[in-house]
């Protein structure tokens, strides 16, 4: 069943527990109730992405003991699952692209579970840049510094080796990084990543998805 038009989506995410997702936001909310927007929110990227004609999706979750409750979690019959491996975040990013591409795709992207605001559609523009041979990467800034979403046409593990993770430093790095092993990359539009408070803007996540800004509503109550 596999390639799918030879792309593969990676979706990294966690099992939903307290003070292990969300912990910056817990700061400042509470371990429970960031929990619970975790809980929420990454299910909405999970559903925003999956099934499509255009991408096969794979799920790669952490911590690996926690595989039947993530299915349970996220459903879907389609879906495919793997354990994240160990070590850094960079070396867990690099060996699922590894593989994928062991599996035959072509082009693989991977995106996290931090932004609601990513769509099909980026996804779509995504793949369509790397398909159309123009480009060997793609990258999707985020507004803290980071990035939301990476993809390839093969596999660079140079792009996640010693990397400084979840600072504002990522992207910059990452993009030099590129241009420094003469990969022609195309930049995706900038988003936001939800870490902290702060960064919940409730407005825009109106017009992104009016049943996901009212579950949220009831899961911050004053706090927002």
């Not at 929990?35 to 909405?44: D, N």
């Not at 082009?107 to 099909?120: K, S």
């Not at 900038?190 to 803007?201: A, M, P, V």
Request: hydrophobic share 40%; net charge negative; proline share 2%.
């Amino acid at each position: 069943m596999y390639p799918v038009n030879g792309n593969a989506l990676v979706v990294f995410l966690k099992h939903p527990e307290e003070n292990r997702v969300k912990t910056r936001l817990a700061a400042t909310i509470g371990a429970p109730r960031a929990c619970e927007f975790y809980r929420e929110s990454a299910k909405f990227v999970a559903d925003s992405v999956r099934g499509s004609d255009s991408w096969k999706t794979f799920f790669f979750y952490d911590p690996a003991e926690r595989g039947k409750e993530i299915v349970e979690w996220l459903g879907g019959e389609e879906d495919i699952f793997f354990a994240q491996a160990g070590g850094s975040l960079g070396e867990r990013m690099s060996r699922a692209f590894a593989k994928c591409f062991s599996m035959g795709f072509g082009n693989v992207a991977i995106i996290g579970t931090d932004c609601v605001f990513v769509t099909r559609e980026d996804v779509e523009t995504a793949f369509g840049l790397l398909c159309g041979e123009r480009f060997d990467a793609v990258l999707g800034p985020a507004t803290d510094g980071g990035y939301y979403l990476l993809g390839l046409c093969e596999r660079r593990d140079a792009l996640f080796a010693d990397m400084e993770w979840s600072t504002d430093r990522v992207f910059g790095e990452t993009a030099g990084r590129m241009r420094e092993h003469g990969l022609r990359y195309a930049l995706m539009r900038e988003l936001s990543d939800i870490d902290e408070e702060k960064d919940i803007r409730m407005e825009d996540i109106e017009i992104r998805d009016a049943r996901l800004a009212a579950r949220l509503r009831r899961i911050l109550g004053g706090s927002v």
